[in-house]
């Protein structure tokens, strides 16, 4: 055999061993704990401490669970590959802005998913957002509790598929939900509540479709409007269904549609509670606007159906607009046939 034989055949070895080591160190399931150490391998009988360091121990579409009630993180814990984080049920699986945002996604591609976590602040220290995507394909949250947070809870700018079930966004210091970059996105029985500025902000604000489909949720004493469908962008295009949700004593208006070039924003809202709300309960603004009613009760707001004469909204006939302060409707309603 000759000296080069032998030089490949031990290349061969050290690559073989390279990868083998590798491929141990991407596990499938990473575990977390409070008495953890991220010297660790993070598996279930030698856990790590933070999640950055069981995101660098998951393969890419594994796990990370959350063993017991504790914080696990101490800066932006940056997602850079499919997981899901779990914490196990009854445990609290906290993480905390602490200088900044608490997470950031940022990587194309990855799909996230979390259940049974509380996202806050940290009292005393300045902070930032709750979770920023600014690419991936897909984020899921599953019985997740974002409260008190200084700035925006949950802002989505890509072109991800959002899926928000059995959430609780409330107490922020801004935004409750912001989407926009031509993201699609899913909520069922999740609650805005108290958020300073605005509950759940459909935007478009570039040459692309956002959407959003909302049902069975609470969207209640907002500091500016319940759901907001905007766009700024000349195409711009957004799309968002209301159903039988609850939207009721925001501080401007309850659920409206606003287009301010022109970009198709369209606004489904069927069988909903609509009141108390302090300006608008249901309204459309701007040519490009519109607003298709049916279902709903009205009442208790300063105007119930609103139009500002460009925007078009057109009630079934079966809405109950009743006991609004300062007029039932206002500007033109068209009146459709129901089908």
């Known amino acids: 055999m000759t000296h080069r034989t032998v030089a490949r055949s031990a290349l061969a070895l050290v690559a073989t061993l390279l990868l083998s080591a590798t491929a141990q160190a991407q596990i499938f399931r990473a575990y977390l704990a409070s008495d953890g150490s991220d010297a660790n391998p993070c598996t279930l009988p030698s856990p790590c401490r933070l999640l950055p360091a069981a995101i660098a121990a998951v393969a890419s579409g594994g796990q990370i669970w959350l063993l ?51 996202i806050g602040s940290v009292v005393g220290v300045a902070g930032g957002n709750g979770i920023v995507m600014t690419a991936g394909d897909a984020l899921t949250l599953e019985s997740c509790l974002f409260d008190g947070l200084q700035g925006v809870a949950i802002s989505v700018n890509a072109a991800a598929i959002v899926r928000m079930t059995d959430t609780i966004v409330r107490n922020n210091g801004s935004y409750g939900l912001v989407v926009q970059g031509g993201a699609r996105v899913n909520i069922a029985r999740s609650t805005f509540a108290r958020n300073q ?47 039988e949700s609850q939207v009721t004593g925001n501080a401007a208006w309850g659920a409206i549609a606003q287009s301010n070039l022109g970009a198709s924003v369209t606004l489904l809202a069927s069988n909903n509670m609509i009141a108390n709300n302090a300006g608008v309960g249901l309204g459309s603004f701007s040519t490009g606007a519109r607003v298709l009613a049916s279902g709903n009760t009205i009442g208790g707001n300063s105007y119930g159906l609103y139009t500002n004469g460009s925007g078009l909204l057109e009630s079934s006939g079966n809405n109950s607009v009743r006991n609004n302060v300062v007029s039932n409707t206002a500007g033109t309603i068209t009146v459709v046939a129901m089908e």
């Open 68 to 118: 017991d009630s504790a914080n696990y993180n101490t800066g932006t814990v940056n997602i850079n590959k499919s997981v899901k984080i779990l914490a196990v049920p009854g445990v609290v699986g906290s993480v905390v802005t602490n200088g900044g945002d608490a997470i950031n996604i940022a990587t194309a591609g990855v799909e996230v998913a979390l259940r049974n976590l509380v």
């Open 197 to 243: 500025n605005y509950g759940i902000f459909v935007q478009g604000a570039g040459a692309n479709t956002t959407r959003a489909d909302i049902a069975y949720s609470i969207i209640d004493n907002n500091g500016n409007g319940g759901v907001t469908a905007l766009s700024s962008h000349a195409s711009g295009v957004v799309a968002v269904s209301l159903a």
